[in-house]
DNA sequence: TAATCTACCAAACACTTGTTAGGGAAGGTG
DNA sequence: CACCTTCCCTAACAAGTGTTTGGTAGATTA
């Protein structure tokens, strides 16, 4: 079955709009980015924002149109777009916002003098801290990010992902050379273990729901390094 | 744009004989389900939807048109509609299907006499290998399900799910009165923990790439079971 | 040979999608 | 007061969506 691609071309997709260009020139010249001359208030694109993320968690990007989003928001869809230029921009600007945050406190976590275990305890205590924070947005990188990172204006998402294992093999690995670790397991298997287990959460945890974010990382924690089983 | 063409004569005003004219007009006067008065293959329609939920799997299900199943499967878009009502079915028959023979393999596993650690090793194993034979049915399931359980037509996925939930608790609970299980710990975070580590395997588990099911499977279960830190 | 069935194509339909353009109300500032 | 800025609305557009309808080539059967 030959599959015949058309001309979708799922890269880079830039839209034919063609007729009329933007003649009112003046302004910002960062370079080619398409950009409203208008100065709508940070504090209400934020406050959109998080309708909007909070809408993409529940419903998924795809599924969510815009009409929706302004819905929640109490507007119409139009009016959206006198805080962004897209929709698309929207998911990047949320998606952008949590990475930056997060990697705030793994940066701290990381440059700190630690061993490999309290290394481990202390990133994965910062993630569930970061999913308390960021619940939305995390739901939404999980779902959407495998299809984004194939688009060049997402491609920080790579990025993100290739210091994220590095970090996380460089610190399972140490522990296994210091004798903290067990040494018969695939590292990159404990590595995905790990990893998974911490982001999935999201999916399910609600904030004020008896448990706080450090109570969690607490016993997840006590799971994934000493197990369920009963010590013999 | 696959336009294979036929370019044969093309008959001008042939008009439509007026003996045959609308076989719609039978009967199913109740029930009210649209069904194609034609009988599809099984087979075929098994092809077609193995495809579907790769495409599916890959892209998203609502990202997903029907134009790209039928661009993928070398035929139109129309043409998927002699063997299916709609889109949607589609994805409810893969759905089902996947789930009809996890619980074949569940309910053998829960219906043996094991003990609550024999029980779920027995269920992780066999998660992994069902996670081998339906891995795109697994992904569209764990991204979509959760905004798929609001509609009726999905309603077996509610009762998958309570079922799923009850079986895992109790073999937890079992294990913690039978003294095998920690008993210090929020059972139902561990159940969580357990089940998310299992699924979100097939977000990056690909069939032939060095570790057979059963291999993931053993390791996991070695980390769940005593965790990854070295006993001291 | 004619009738029938299977599996597809070709072309359209009604609707939804993201996005744009112009306008206007409210509130501050000179 | 006039003037500007901020923020939203009304009303549309073009492209894309799932789906329907009618037709037809090719194999199978009568």
């Known amino acids: 079955m030959p599959k015949q691609k058309q001309s979708s071309d799922t890269s880079t997709s830039e839209k034919p709009t063609s007729t009329s260009e933007k003649p009112t020139g003046a302004g910002k010249a960062a370079g080619g980015r398409k950009k409203p001359p208008v100065t709508p208030s940070p ?39 006198y805080h962004f230029d897209s929709k ?33 305890e202390a990133l994965v205590t910062e993630s569930f801290r970061e999913i308390d924070r960021h619940r939305s947005a995390v739901a939404i990188y999980q779902k959407e990010s495998k299809h984004l990172v ?10 993100s992902q290739q ?11 140490r522990g296994v050379t210091d004798g903290v670790f067990r040494a018969d ?8 273990f790990v990893r998974d287990t ?27 390094l000493d197990g369920i089983s009963v010590r013999t």
């Open 43 to 81: 504090e209400r694109r934020g406050e959109l924002l998080r309708i909007a993320a909070d809408v993409f968690a529940e419903q998924g990007y795809n599924a969510t149109t815009v009409r929706k989003i302004a819905d929640a928001a109490g507007m119409l869809a139009g009016s959206l777009y």
């Open 88 to 120: 698309e921009s929207m998911l990047e600007e949320i998606l952008r916002t949590f990475l930056t945050e997060l990697w705030d406190g793994y940066d701290s976590v990381l440059s700190a003098p630690l061993g490999p275990r309290e290394t481990l």
């Open 150 to 159: 194939t688009q060049t204006r997402f491609e920080y998402l790579v990025e």
């Open 163 to 173: 210091r994220f294992e590095k970090a996380w093999l460089t610190t399972l690995e």
């Open 185 to 192: 397991l695939d590292i990159r298997l404990a590595y995905r």
């Open 198 to 224: 911490v982001w999935v959460a999201a999916s399910w945890y609600r904030p004020g729901g008896g448990h706080s974010p450090d109570e969690i990382a607490r016993q997840y924690l006590s799971m994934v």
